[in-house]
């Protein structure tokens, strides 16, 4: 195991630990893009479900919106997670853009995805639903609400759904960005084939920037931002 490996990993499951994260008994659907992010969180919570505590049961679910022009390489998926040892499952739905034009295409097609995972975990009864948003999300996340919205929130480690018997989790929550790259280097992750159409459309990229900004001024920034997070 590399050093940026063994880092990864330790962080993983501090997380888990300090958030209770996992537990005994849990069975959890990973939400796999097909992005480095999904894609190490396939790797470690495949190698999770192989520690005997806490017992716990992994599948992954890949959503392909059918009136989207995004190709992933669902055979390089299907491939990936067989050697982390995960079951794949693939969910096809779509959107209907001209059903509320208040709302932008990138808004719809994300709420429509994640409807169509959380539809497909409370059918199979996961406890979990585990996506991959590492720390940089959570930082770029509390600025965007700060700058735009005027609240100092941003998303939670654990979170139990209202209308869904289920929790989304997300255990990558102490792991920099950088580091998932450099083991997505190392161990040849495939990018997609094609970027989302709308991506360029949001404001994350530039908050992105500004706190890639704000670290050069100061490099300790992460740690301090993260440490406000933990007390809202």
């Known amino acids: 195991m590399s050093t940026c490996e063994h880092k990864i990993f330790k962080l993983f499951h501090k997380a888990c630990a300090d958030y209770s994260l996992l537990e005994d008994g849990d069975k959890v659907l990973i939400a796999l893009s097909g992005g480095k992010d999904s894609l190490e969180l396939v790797r470690l919570l495949g190698r999770q479900q192989t520690i005997l505590k806490p017992r716990i049961e992994v599948e992954a679910a890949h959503v392909v919106m059918d009136n989207i022009p995004y190709h992933s390489d669902a055979a390089y998926l299907r491939d990936f997670c067989d050697v982390a ?104 992750f495939h990018k997609q084939k094609a970027a989302c159409p709308y991506e360029d459309a949001t404001r994350r990229k530039d908050m992105n920037e500004l706190f890639h900004i704000i670290e050069s001024m100061n490099p300790e920034a992460r740690y301090t931002l993260w440490r406000s997070i933990c007390k809202l």
């Open 85 to 188: 040892g995960v079951r794949l499952n693939v969910i096809h739905t779509s959107f209907d853009e001209s059903t509320d034009r208040r709302k932008t295409k990138c808004f719809l097609c994300s709420w429509y995805r994640r409807k169509a995972l959380f539809t497909f975990a409370q059918e199979n009864h996961f406890s979990k639903l585990a996506l991959g948003h590492h720390q940089d999300d959570f930082i770029t996340t509390l600025l965007m609400n700060m700058i735009y919205q005027g609240r100092n929130e941003t998303m939670s480690p654990l979170m139990k759904m209202r209308h869904y018997d289920i929790s989304v989790i997300r255990p990558l929550c102490l792991v920099a960005e950088e580091d998932i790259k450099s083991i997505a280097e190392s161990e040849g």
